[in-house]
């Protein structure tokens, strides 16, 4: 486990959200990015050091609010597997529509989980293969 980022460096970051631990995980050759609820101005700032951020699976960033996720971020991480975590009744209507439809640019369908559509989501690796198992 790698602590990637706890607070933006080289970007002017003043959104609260963007002082919380971004954290990678690798296992073999199978790796996880937890963004948290950094928004765009803070992936600037991750992308611009040069962190490695490309990952088989990512915990989109900000519950799939707009103001996270961007399209420089995910064509740096690449991934493979998407989960949006964000609850049925949410006020600020996460997910929003801008972000599903760049990681459905990006991916096929399956390969994005919606917490709120699906469920309790596990992922499990050997450190070759990814499986998910979905509650719904």
């Known amino acids: 486990m790698t602590v990637l980022q706890t607070n933006c460096v080289l970007v002017e970051c003043s959104n609260f959200n963007d002082k919380g631990t971004v954290v990678r995980?690798?296992?073999?050759?199978?790796?996880?990015?937890?963004?948290?609820?950094?928004?765009?101005?803070?992936?600037?700032?991750?992308?611009?050091?040069?962190?490695?951020?490309?990952?088989?699976?990512?915990?989109?960033?900000?519950?799939?609010?707009?103001?996270?996720?961007?399209?420089?971020?995910?064509?740096?991480?690449?991934?493979?597997?998407?989960?949006?975590?964000?609850?049925?009744?949410?006020?600020?209507g996460h997910p929003h529509d801008e972000v599903m439809q760049r990681l459905y640019e990006r991916l096929p369908e399956e390969s994005v989980y919606v917490i709120r559509d699906r469920g309790t989501v596990t992922v499990s690796t050997d450190g070759e293969r990814v499986w998910v198992v979905a509650e719904r």
């Open 25 to 92: 995980l690798d296992f073999r050759g199978v790796s996880f990015l937890f963004t948290g609820d950094m928004t765009t101005r803070a992936e600037t700032d991750l992308l611009q050091t040069n962190q490695r951020v490309r990952s088989t699976v990512l915990k989109v960033g900000h519950h799939g609010s707009r103001t996270s996720t961007g399209p420089a971020f995910l064509d740096a991480v690449d991934t493979a597997l998407a989960i949006v975590t964000t609850g049925i009744k949410n006020q600020f």
